[in-house]
């Protein structure tokens, strides 16, 4: 069974970093892809980053955010960087491999001001 498991979320300042990590278990292979989605309260689930073909981020957080994969470990990491209290919220490891998609529990980050 493939478990996806964050970790690293917290309370920052604004201003602050953080890092989350994202690890896999129950797979032998690698994910096509794998990314970080956010929920903050009353709004819809969105997309914060994600790498496979190609690494894509969301327009909020271009510059302050970098996504990173270590293929051998099957884990990725989100390095969070000036982060905003609108960046507080869950966020969600995702990962697909071959057309199934895969969520973490999520961790919850959150930016004080």
């Known amino acids: 069974q493939v478990q996806l498991v964050e970790s690293g979320g917290g309370l920052v300042q604004a201003g602050g970093s953080l890092r989350l990590s994202c690890a896999a278990s129950?797979?032998?292979?690698?994910?096509?892809?794998m990314g970080w989605y956010r929920q903050a309260p009353g709004k819809q689930r969105e997309l914060v980053a994600i790498?496979?073909?190609?690494?894509n981020y969301a327009d909020s957080v271009k510059g302050r955010f970098t996504i990173s994969r270590d293929n051998a470990k099957n884990t990725a990491y989100l390095q969070m960087n000036s982060l905003k209290p609108e960046d507080t919220g869950v966020y969600l490891c995702?990962?697909?491999?071959?057309?199934?998609?895969?969520w973490g529990q999520g961790t919850q980050v959150t930016v004080s001001s």
């Open positions: 995702n990962a697909v491999f071959d057309k199934i998609t895969y």
């Open positions: 129950g797979i032998m292979f690698r994910f096509n892809a």
């Open positions: 790498s496979g073909g190609r690494t």
